[in-house]
């Protein structure tokens, strides 16, 4: 059995007639699952860089989306520029 970090805040609990017990936790500790709660500037900067984040992923597609269509145009009017070199 792995022992708790911290016995201090842990007591050896016995049953009347038993012949083992339990380690538990006393009374005037709370649980905790070793994560902090999160603090309202902790959930305030957890939403700006949600709120960031999906502002760059629509502007990466906005200026992916500009780059295809300016790749199509230059290609067309490079097609274009050809056949008015052949035809001249």
Known sequence: ??????LARWEWVTSAGAA???LRLEADHAFRTGKPAA???DKTTVAAREIID???Q???ERTA???????ARDA???KKKKRAEKAA
Request: glycine share 8%; net charge negative; no cysteine.
């Open 39 to 41: 603090s309202p500037q």
């Open 76 to 78: 067309a009017e490079a």
């Open 1 to 6: 059995m792995n022992a708790p970090r911290d």
């Open 65 to 71: 989306a500009l780059k295809a269509a300016r790749l």
């Open 58 to 60: 629509e502007r990466a």
């Open 54 to 56: 999906a502002e760059a």
């Open 20 to 22: 083992g017990g339990e």
